[in-house]
T-cell receptor, first 114, second 112 residues
Framework: DAGITQSPRHKVTETGTPVTLRCHQT?????MYWYRQDPGHGLRLIHY???????DKGEVSDGYSVSRSKTEDFLLTLESATSSQTSVYFC?????????????FGPGTRLTVL | QKEVEQDPGPLSVPEGAIVSLNCTYS??????FMWYRQYSRKGPELLMY????GNKEDGRFTAQVDKSSKYISLFIRDSQPSDSATYLC????????????FGKGTKLSVKP
C-alpha cells in the first residue's frame, strides 16, 4: 500500500454544484497527480503538483482547479460540476523504492453528476 | 495518431497459458515504461517498471522494451485466474515531466 487515501470514495451531485475531492498521502512525496478514467479514453492527466503551492495543468484541465497547501494533501475542485465530469478520479504520488519515476495510485473516487 | 496504442481486447486464455500484452508508441522521447494491473473498481497497481530498452523479470512477469521499434510488451507465464484484470501500459519522459501517458488498457480473462 503506497499510503494514499482519497475521499469521498463515491459521490453523486447535481449539475452546477461545486465539488471537492481530496487526496491524502503519508509518504511525504513531492509530486502528486490527478487523473480521470473514462471508457474509451483511458487515464488522462487533469492537474499535477510539484510542491506546496506549485501546480500545473494537464491534458484535460478545463473546468477543474487544484490546491496544495500541505505536502500531504492535494485537492481537486470542480467549480460547477457538469455531466461530462462524471468519471472515476484517481490520485497518484511519484516516488518508489526502485526509482523516483514510479507512480502509485489511490483507490479512486467515483463521481456521478446528474 | 494517439501517442500510446494498446489493443483493448478482451483477451481470453486458459489457465497456465503464456500471455503477451503489447503497446506501441509514437514519441521516441519516452524514457520510462510501466505496466499497471487494474482489477474492477480498483486503482491501478504498479506491476513492472523499466527504463529504456531491455528486459526485466519479476516472478511470472517479464517486461520488454524495444525503443528502436517503439514497442513494449508484458509477458505473463503460467497465467492464473487471479491474473484476470485490465492491464495498462504507461510511459513518461522522466525528470520534471513525470505525468504518465497511458494506453487504454487490455482486458484479460484467464479461464480455469
Amino acid at each position: 500500500d503506497a499510503g494514499i487515501t482519497q475521499s469521498p470514495r463515491h459521490k453523486v451531485t447535481e449539475t452546477g454544484t461545486p465539488v471537492t475531492l481530496r487526496c491524502h498521502q503519508t509518504e511525504n512525496h513531492r509530486y502528486m497527480y490527478w487523473y480521470r478514467q473514462d471508457p474509451g479514453h483511458g487515464l488522462r492527466l487533469i492537474h499535477y503538483s510539484y510542491g506546496v503551492k506549485d501546480t500545473d495543468k494537464g491534458e484535460v484541465s478545463d473546468g477543474y482547479s487544484v490546491s496544495r497547501s500541505k505536502t500531504e494533501d492535494f485537492l481537486l475542485t470542480l467549480e460547477s460540476a457538469t455531466s461530462s465530469q462524471t468519471s472515476v478520479y484517481f490520485c497518484a504520488i511519484q516516488g518508489g523504492l526502485s526509482s523516483y519515476n514510479e507512480q502509485f495510485f489511490g483507490p479512486g473516487t467515483r463521481l456521478t453528476v446528474l | 495518431q494517439k501517442e500510446v496504442e494498446q489493443d483493448p481486447g478482451p483477451l481470453s486464455v486458459p489457465e497456465g497459458a503464456i500471455v503477451s500484452l503489447n503497446c506501441t508508441y509514437s514519441n521516441s522521447a519516452f524514457q520510462y515504461f510501466m505496466w499497471y494491473r487494474q482489477y474492477s473498481r480498483k486503482g491501478p497497481e504498479l506491476l513492472m517498471y523499466t527504463y529504456s530498452s531491455g528486459n526485466k523479470e519479476d516472478g511470472r512477469f517479464t517486461a520488454q522494451v524495444d525503443k528502436s521499434s517503439k514497442y513494449i510488451s508484458l509477458f505473463i507465464r503460467d497465467s492464473q485466474p487471479s491474473d484476470s484484470a485490465t492491464y495498462l501500459c504507461a510511459m513518461n519522459y522522466g525528470g520534471s515531466q513525470g505525468n504518465l501517458i497511458f494506453g487504454k488498457g487490455t482486458k484479460l480473462s484467464v479461464k480455469p
